[in-house]
Structure formats: C-alpha cells, structure tokens
C-alpha cells in the first residue's frame, strides 16, 4: 500500500525545471508585450498619410513586428511548461532554435559575403534617406545615428539630394533645397540651444569648404570602422543575446524529456495496477 502510494506521488518532473522555464518566459513576454504597446502607440500617433508612406523602414512596425513574434514564442513556452504540453514546448524549442540557427548564418554569412552585405545596408540607408521627412521615428533615428557616429548621408553627405526636400536641383521648391539635417552639423560642447537650420545649403559648397560646418564622412564608413574598434564588445552583445535562446533551448528539451519520462512511469503504473497478474 505504502509502495504504490509512493508511485503515485513520484514525478520525472522537476518543479525547477518547471517553473524556471515559466519564469524565463514570463520574463520575456512581458517585454514582448511593451514592445507591442510602444510600436502601437508609435503608429497611433502619426498621421494616417505617415503612416502609410514607408513601411519596410518604420521602426515602429519592426518593434510590433519582433513583439508579436516574441509573445507568440514565449506564450508556447509560459503555457507549454505550466501545462505540461509536449506540443507547445516542442513548438517553444523548435522555433528558438530556428531563430538561434539563422542568427548564426546571418552572423558568417555576413562576414564572408560582407561587401554585399555592405552593399544591402547601403540600399537600406539610402531607402531610409529618401523618407527622411515621412515618419518622425524613423528621422529621430537618423538623427540619432548621425549625431551618435559624427557622420551624414550613406557614403557621403551627398547623399541627402536623394531625398525630394533636400534635393539640389533647380525644379526643387523646397526651402530646404541644397541642405543637409541638423544631426550632420558640427556642434561645439558650448552651444546650448542647437540651431536647426545650421545644415542650410551645406550641399552646395566645395567638400572642404563644407567639412567646416558640417559632417562630411558618411555614416557606413564610420559604423564599419567603429565594429572594427569594438569586435569584443559586440561578441559580447552577441553571447548575451545567445545565452537566453541556448538556456531556454535546454530548459524546454529537459522538460519534454521528463514529462515523457513520467508519461512512461504513469502507463507502466497502470498496466502493471491492471493486471493482477503481472
């Protein structure tokens, strides 16, 4: 009686196993959520005409976009391991290796093929210059990384003619005509009050006469030499990216592989209980 008693309270199923995958995932669902809640309100915010003007380069979509994802992984694994469910966790570690194994092609593919790799940031640079004017988040961004990296435009400062306001021909109305953003210009440390305007007509003269007020280098060259001074730095970013995926990869194989061990228990349990005899 006292044998069969301790059968039935017996598990494979570790409690830490358990509950730390649920508490991993939990983690990053949360996050999942505000990444949702951020990209929405981003959206909601601009105009219905802004919105819709450049898709494939709004950073409010891409953090929507990774949210969305990130909840759909993480629910599976919240779920799958509270529940028990071979299928949600199988699902769980199925898609997170897949992501963790394309990561890693992207990661050698882009170092072996890395002046095609230059070549695709450089048509997304450009597509993103081009729409400069059409989403406030995606010029904060630019802003940002050209303040962040002292550099202007994709290749060269010359590359804001792509965009239709900062364009230098002569049919172009705009007041902005010949100019580059604000981010490009050369700011001293004493300046408190940042002038807006201090990228006006920067196009039009001699390269070296610009390079006086304004950044000439363009932002490719710089964020290139930059991982180049900070390889460790970003291997590390790299490995703390890659950590969480490979604990979760194996939180959730040795879950499945212990509930399965406990499926096997509970049907030896009840044919040997069936079977007066066995």
Same mark, same amino acid.
């Given at each position: 009686m006292g044998t069969a008693k301790r059968d039935k309270e /017996?598990?494979?199923?570790?409690?830490?196993?358990?509950?730390?995958?649920?508490?991993? +995932?939990?983690?990053?669902w949360i996050i999942a959520l505000a990444l949702i809640s951020i990209g929405v309100y981003s959206r909601i915010v601009k105009h219905a005409e802004t919105v819709l003007a450049c898709l494939t380069v709004d950073p409010a979509l891409l953090l929507m976009i990774v949210g969305v994802l990130?909840?759909? @992984?993480? /629910?599976? =694994?919240?779920? =799958?391991?509270?529940?028990? +469910? @071979?299928?949600?966790?199988?699902? /769980?570690?199925?898609? !997170?290796? #897949? @992501?963790?194994?394309?990561? !890693?092609?992207?990661?050698? !593919?882009? /170092?072996?093929?890395?002046?095609?790799?230059?070549?695709?940031?450089?048509?997304?640079? &450009? $597509?993103?210059?081009?729409h400069?004017?059409? &989403?406030?988040? !995606?010029?904060?961004? #630019?802003?940002?990384?050209?303040?962040?990296?002292?550099?202007?435009?994709? #290749?060269?400062? *010359?590359?804001?003619?792509? $965009?239709? %306001?900062?364009?230098?021909? +002569?049919? +172009?109305?705009?007041?902005?005509?010949?100019?580059?953003p604000f981010s490009c210009c050369l700011l001293s440390k004493e300046e408190s009050v940042i002038n807006t305007m201090c990228g006006?007509? *920067?196009?039009?003269?001699? %390269?070296? &006469?610009? =390079?006086?007020?304004?950044?000439?280098?363009?932002? @490719?060259? $710089?964020v290139v030499n930059w991982i180049h001074s900070n390889l460790f730095l970003l291997g590390g970013m790299a490995l703390g990216l890659a950590i969480p995926q490979l604990v979760g990869i194996l939180l959730s194989q040795i879950l499945i592989n212990q509930i399965h061990d406990q499926i096997k228990l509970q049907n030896y349990n009840q044919q040997h209980h069936s079977d007066p005899w066995s």
């Open positions: /017996f598990t494979f199923v570790s409690p830490v196993v358990k509950y730390l995958l649920f508490l991993f +995932n939990m983690l990053f990130m909840f759909f @992984i993480t /629910f599976c =694994g919240c779920v =799958g391991s509270l529940r028990e +469910n @071979i299928c949600l966790l199988q699902t /769980f570690c199925i898609i !997170l290796t #897949i @992501i963790f194994l394309l990561q !890693l092609v992207a990661g050698v !593919l882009g /170092f072996v093929f890395s002046d095609k790799a230059r070549g695709k940031v450089t048509e997304m640079v &450009d $597509n993103a210059i081009k400069y004017r059409d &989403d406030i988040d !995606l010029q904060n961004l #630019i802003d940002y990384g050209q303040k962040q990296f002292n550099c202007c435009g994709g #290749i060269s400062y *010359m590359d804001w003619s792509q $965009n239709m %306001y900062f364009n230098c021909s +002569n049919e +172009n109305p705009s007041r902005e005509r010949c100019s580059v006006h007509g *920067m196009q039009d003269p001699k %390269y070296v &006469d610009a =390079g006086a007020f304004i950044n000439t280098n363009g932002c @490719i060259d $710089n």
